[in-house]
């Protein structure tokens, strides 16, 4: 049995359609319960749903053979499993946007609000500018807003968020999509069922956008 941790809401539902269509169906999964693990003894696979950025964890323990998460998550936590394919679905960038108006003229140290405490840190550190982190759960869009800080490190998709706050882009930090991950050592006494997942998978990928 393959366990396979599924991010939770509309990209988990994308995703679990691509391992449907991958010959991985589990029928139960589109009844509309409350119910989170479902499987299909005869194709010998189990998923769960679970929050997206809690992906990684579950693979990275090994309660999950393999999984999907954002390439947000990945850089961020750094867990330790295989990234085995780019689904290149839930693309997004991750991004430093500010007040339309905002210049960073380098004269004083640099107010950051984000949830991606570590990517904002490396990016900052590559630059050799000086920064304090504001860590925030959420909203962040709001915190440049309030004077809370100069800039936000966050995900960007259609922009329209920003837009609608004032805000906008000021650099792109790395393009993001979701990936396939597994467990380092399922890898290793699974491999022909999650090598086999992979190859069905790789056929699903649309690169037509
Ligand atoms: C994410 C991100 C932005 C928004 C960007 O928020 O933090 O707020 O999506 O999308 P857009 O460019 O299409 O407007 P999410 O919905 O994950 O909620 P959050 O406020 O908890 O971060």
Redesign the pocket.
Known sequence: MINVALPKGRLGEKVYDMFERAGYECPSIKENTRKLIFENKEKGIRYFWVKPSDVSIYVERGSADIGVAGKDILLEYAPDVYELLDLNMGK?RMAVAGKNEFYDDGSRTLKVAT?FVNIAKKHYASKCRDIDIIKL?????IAPILGLSDVIV???????????NNLSVMETIVPISARLISNKSSFKFKTEEIEKIVKCMKDQVRTDD
Do not use: A, P, R
């Open positions: 997004c949830k759960n959420g909203s962040i869009e966050d995900i960007v998709e259609t922009g329209k968020t920003l837009m609608e």
